[in-house]
């Protein structure tokens, strides 16, 4: 199948006044299948966020393309059907929602596209409805959590029938309950409406859940696999400032003694199992 | 502390009066204002009073609401009806100590003008009570739609007052935490005179100004993502319809504005 | 026994009392806290953390009960309220938003400028406080608004050292920062701990990072404490933490099974050292026979 996202050798540069340009992505490229679900990780100032903003046009590349559905990004008449295919989802809830009343901020986006009412009022229910926030469509933003603000925020995204969600670090900014509020809502969307996801984020546990990781470092692809291979390279994951699972680093840690265990277990129940027969071999 | 302030006075409710178009809240709310304003006698007022009387007894507000809308402009009350009393001459002289002269007439006028800025004040609270702030600013934006032609930016405007309700209870609270945070080092906002008060804000307020731009532009992106482009070729999930309770709402007040003017040529006028 | 440096009684919170809207935020706390602990706060959003670290230094005052710092009844006289602010310095969330001067130097100077203190001694305070979150000299003439998310923390975390309390309580310190940004925090938080010997209130949902840097845990739970202990007894009872709906660290979650399966592991562990180390005895221990 066609890819969603397909960016060819992107260059972006910043420049701060009275300072030399720098240069924040380095002939980077990168395909994104639909329906796939892929977890971007890589340290703060690493050009994560910046790769991200070209997906739905918010950046345009200043070298190299960037095509959305097959769209270049640079193309101004497509710019609204672009950011219709590529939805955005940021950091802060607060700062993304715009309407007083949750409902009417999901509705925000299809209010601009210029949808019919009463096709708005269905498609907004179920929106609301798909994140797990239908009985709360009549509360104020400030009265809810912000684990509840954040899957407000994607209902407003979803509501546009995106084909990607892109999400800048959705949960940095919420508590354990909320983070898991969060990604149970952006996993059931990837599972059940097939809409493709990439998510940036700082969390090894929730790239973890992903089908494929991608490890940005100054501006390159440094690694991109699947979350068993990419966590296996724990020493190049701990040189660029990242984390690995605790059960990756305890077995990572045990075969550094001398063990061969096996170098992919992400998960609790993997590590559990391979310690299991670990200490029963030994008994 | 900052947030037991309450903002917007909305009391949600399933009411009648909850359930008029907002726009036709505004026009009424107009009219009653139109209303105390011909009303020229006490008869007439008392139609604005019990024309009050039943608005709060529908939407289910209670009257001790009206006391609290009323308590930050009763000075205001106060000044105007002393005025009105003392030097208004004319009718019998009630009472008289050294220049000043309380008479008749100074007195119906003085009880007359307090009674319409109560019935005023009483009249619009009832207004946004009844009507939740985004409705509001809904009503106003396509009450004062035809002036797009005349390029006023009515969208614009609108969705300013939108945001602005939005980010209220946000900006509070956030105040409310810079406020404690420069207290824990030490920042005294409570002693000193004016000057030093003054100078005690500039660690609130500078935060306060970074962070609101930093919010600003932070929605203004996630507003793009979600392709908006100004107020063309929007439309609205929630559609404004009137209803026949509108029109019965309305007639209701064309009543009263008729009585009050029936009143005004029947009766003696107290100017 | 020392003094403790923090001790409560009988500590009540109760948010707009009187009103429609009254809810206890803390209820009937009795603490004690020992001069030079490292203790992590924990309890989810709404236990009433926030709300009880607040009382600490004097930002609340509570509704009912008692509160000492150092021995030193906080509310005696509450006009010198600010005397016990100095003491207990507090780091809240997201500190990076409360900066305000035209330079990270004059920032960081902003609280013991507030102490009345000297030119001399302000001067040194800010330098000292400043060494300790690796501010260069070159970023202190900066403005704070010019430097990155990180920096900012620290500048943020420096203008509370500055001050020189004796109890630091630091609320979510590395909320939002990447794996990096954090270990460098929390590293510097310890550092600063083993050197002055202060006493160190870490409020964080990351059981990880309390296991790692904490020697003794305060749990709290619907406006109570539920557990007030080293951190090794508090971990013991991951099942219950987790019921609240906290966390508790991966390494813990795996350790606890295997000790279901019936495996002779102890429940107890929490870093990747104590577990590796575990189980290296234990795979020895089982050699033995075989061999």
């Known amino acids: 199948m066609d890819s969603i996202i397909v960016a060819d050798k992107l260059n972006f540069y910043y420049q701060n006044e009275g300072e030399a340009p720098q240069r924040v992505l380095k002939d980077l490229s990168i395909q994104i299948a639909p329906g796939e679900f892929v977890a971007v990780l890589g340290h703060n100032g690493s050009g994560k966020s910046t790769l991200a903003k070209h997906f739905n046009a918010i950046l345009l590349p200043q070298g190299g393309v960037c095509y959305v559905n097959g769209i270049d990004t640079r193309q101004e008449d497509k710019l609204f059907e672009i950011r219709q295919q590529v939805g955005m989802v940021f950091q802060n809830p607060d700062n993304q929602i715009v309407a007083t009343i949750v409902e009417e901020d999901v509705a925000f986006a299809l209010e601009n596209m210029g949808v019919e009412p009463s096709e708005i009022r269905r498609r907004v229910d179920e929106a609301l409805r798909s994140v797990g926030m239908y009985e709360f469509r009549e509360h104020a933003p400030h009265q809810l959590s912000g684990g509840q603000k954040q899957r407000v925020a994607i209902a407003g995204i979803i509501a546009m029938r995106p084909r990607c969600i892109v999400l800048d670090e959705p949960t940095a900014m919420l508590d354990p309950r909320g983070r898991q509020e969060v990604m149970r809502t952006i996993r059931r969307l990837n599972t059940e409406f097939g809409i493709t996801v990439v998510l940036i984020t700082h969390y090894m546990d929730e790239a973890a859940q992903c089908d494929r990781v991608v490890v940005v470092d100054d501006g390159v692809i440094l690694l991109d696999d699947t979350p068993k291979q990419v966590f296996s390279h724990v020493e190049e994951l701990k040189k660029v400032g990242l984390d690995v699972p605790q059960a990756t680093e305890l077995i990572y840690e045990l075969n550094r003694e001398g063990l061969s265990l096996p170098r992919d277990i992400i998960s609790e129940e993997e590590c559990v199992t391979v310690l299991a027969e670990l200490l029963s071999h030994s008994r | ?271 | 026994m020392s003094t403790p440096v923090i001790q409560t009684e009988n500590l009540s919170y109760v948010y707009s009392k009187g009103t429609p809207f009254e809810k206890t935020a803390v209820e009937n706390v009795n603490i004690q806290i020992e001069k030079g602990a490292f203790v992590g706060v924990i309890g989810h959003t709404g236990s009433g953390k926030s709300t009880l670290i607040q009382h600490f230094n004097g930002l609340l005052a509570p509704t009912s009960g008692k509160i000492w710092i150092d021995g030193e009844d906080m509310w005696a006289n509450p006009k010198e309220i600010r005397k016990f602010r100095f003491k207990v310095g507090l780091v809240f969330q997201y500190p990076e938003y409360q900066l305000f001067e035209e330079t990270v130097y004059k920032d960081i100077a902003f609280g013991p400028t507030n102490m009345g203190l000297s030119q001399e001694e302000i001067d040194q305070r800010v330098r000292e406080a400043a060494g300790f979150v690796g501010l260069t000299e070159e970023q202190m003439a900066k403005s704070p608004f010019e430097l990155s998310g990180g920096q900012k923390r620290r500048v943020a975390i420096a203008g509370v050292l500055a001050m020189r309390p004796e109890v630091l309580i630091l609320d979510e310190p590395t909320a939002g920062l990447d794996p990096r940004g954090r270990e460098l925090i929390l590293g510097q938080i310890q550092e600063y701990h083993r050197r002055n010997g202060n006493t160190i209130l870490l409020v964080s949902h990351s059981m990880e990072d309390v296991a790692k840097y904490a020697q003794k845990a305060l749990v709290m739970n619907d406006s109570r404490v539920f557990m007030y202990d080293d951190v090794d007894k508090v971990f013991a009872h991951a099942g219950e933490i987790e019921q609240m709906g906290l966390s508790v660290p991966q390494i813990t979650r795996i350790f606890l099974r295997l000790a279901q399966l019936g495996y002779p592991v102890s429940s107890d562990v929490y870093t990747i050292e104590q577990a590796k180390a575990q189980l290296m005895t234990l795979l020895k221990k089982g050699e033995r026979p075989n061999a």
């Open chain 2, 1 to 271: 502390m900052l947030k037991d302030i309450t903002i917007g006075q909305y009391f949600p409710g399933k009411s009648i009066v909850h359930r008029l178009d907002p726009r036709m809240k505004i026009i009424l709310t107009v009219l009653f204002i139109i209303m105390l304003f011909t009303a020229n006698n006490f008869a007439g007022m008392g139609v604005g009073i019990l024309f009050l009387v039943v608005g709060y007894l529908v939407s289910r507000i209670p009257f001790s609401m009206i006391g609290k809308s009323i308590k930050p402009v009763v000075p205001i009350i106060v000044f105007t009806a002393v005025l009105n009393m003392f030097f208004i001459e004319g009718g019998r002289v009630l009472f008289e100590i050294w220049v000043l002269k309380i008479t008749t007439e100074g007195l119906s006028l003085a009880a007359m003008m307090a009674l319409r800025i109560i019935c005023l004040i009483a009249g619009t609270s009832l207004l946004t009570y009844t009507t939740s702030p985004i409705a509001l600013t809904d009503g106003i934006e396509r009450l004062m739609s035809p002036l797009k032609h005349l390029k006023v930016p009515v969208h614009e405007l609108a969705m300013m007052m939108t945001i602005a309700l939005r980010f209220i209870p946000t900006l509070i609270e956030e105040t409310d935490k810079i406020m404690s945070a420069q207290k824990a080092r030490g920042a005294d906002m409570e002693s000193g005179g004016v000057m030093q008060r003054a100078k005690a804000l500039v660690p609130i307020l500078i935060p306060l100004f970074v962070s609101s731009f930093r919010r600003a532009e932070e929605l203004a992106l996630a507003m793009e993502c979600r392709c908006y482009h100004g107020g063309e070729g929007r439309t609205r999930m929630k559609q404004l319809k009137l209803s026949y309770l509108d029109f019965v709402c309305c007639g209701f007040v064309v009543f009263c504005l008729l009585a009050t003017i029936v009143c005004n040529n029947l009766l003696p006028s107290v100017y």
